[in-house]
């Protein structure tokens, strides 16, 4: 079985300030690990994700994330908040390649940008 | 590419109706489709889990005779609120996945029902 916690429910930036979203997983199995953004009232967009090749993965808008299994971690960060990146992220983990499509999702996190 | 949509966006009905949701992919064939609920403020909980042409796969205390779901083609899967009542009121969003090699899930948009 596989868990995600991520920690804060919400997180406030100033507009240009580093973000950084955090995220641990539990799995009994190399994870396949994934980040998500929603925008109110809309569905989930994939910021990107790790399946077990690089570490450090790239995605969207300028958003990257490592994975540390040390850590069991997987943070999103962002070097410099836009006002445009207020919305709910969400970690998910499923549990490895041959795990079917089974999703874990955490509780997500709600960003807040200042200007 | 990998576009899903559902229909409706937005739906307001009286307690005691049905209504139905439906979820395409667009541009893909899906063998899998999964059904969310998200509660305000709140993360995505799966109800379900359907295969083309096969029985849903309910998650533990989702009620399989209230939320009744049919994925009858590899573009399309339905999932009809039967009776519905004011708790049932929130945001359901599908997801849709090709199955081997990536596995991948591919979301919709949501639709936000209301029960008045």
């Known amino acids: 079985a596989q868990s995600v916690t991520q920690l804060g429910s919400h997180v406030s930036v100033s507009e240009g300030a580093l973000v950084l979203l955090r995220c641990n997983y539990s799995?009994?199995?190399?994870?396949?690990l994934f980040w998500y953004v929603q925008y109110p009232n809309q569905g989930l967009q994939l910021l990107l994700k790790?399946?077990?090749?690089?570490?450090l993965v790239k995605g969207i808008n300028g958003f990257e994330a490592e994975f540390k299994k040390s850590e069991t971690s997987f943070h999103l960060t962002k070097p410099s908040a836009h006002m445009s990146d207020a919305a709910e992220y969400f970690c998910a983990v499923r549990a490895g390649a041959n795990a079917g499509n089974m999703l874990t999702f955490g509780g997500g996190t709600r960003l807040m940008v200042k200007p | 590419g990998a576009v899903v949509s559902q229909h409706p966006s937005w739906v307001i009905c009286k307690s005691g109706t049905s209504v139905k949701i439906e979820c395409r992919s667009l541009?893909?064939?899906?063998?899998?489709m999964f059904w969310y609920r998200q509660f305000p403020k709140q993360s995505l909980m799966l109800m379900a889990t359907s295969n083309e042409g096969s029985k849903a796969t309910y998650e533990q205390g989702v009620e399989k005779d209230k939320f009744l779901i049919n994925h009858a083609s590899l573009t399309l899967s339905t999932l009809t609120v039967t009776s519905a009542h004011p708790e049932d009121s929130s945001f359901y969003i599908c997801?849709?996945?090709?199955?081997?090699?990536?596995?991948?899930?591919?979301f919709g948009p949501g639709t936000r029902l209301t029960v008045t």
């Open positions: 997801s849709a996945s090709q199955g081997a090699p990536t596995y991948e899930q591919y």
């Open positions: 790790y399946t077990s090749a690089a570490t």
């Open positions: 541009d893909f064939q899906a063998t899998t």
């Open positions: 799995s009994s199995v190399p994870p396949y």
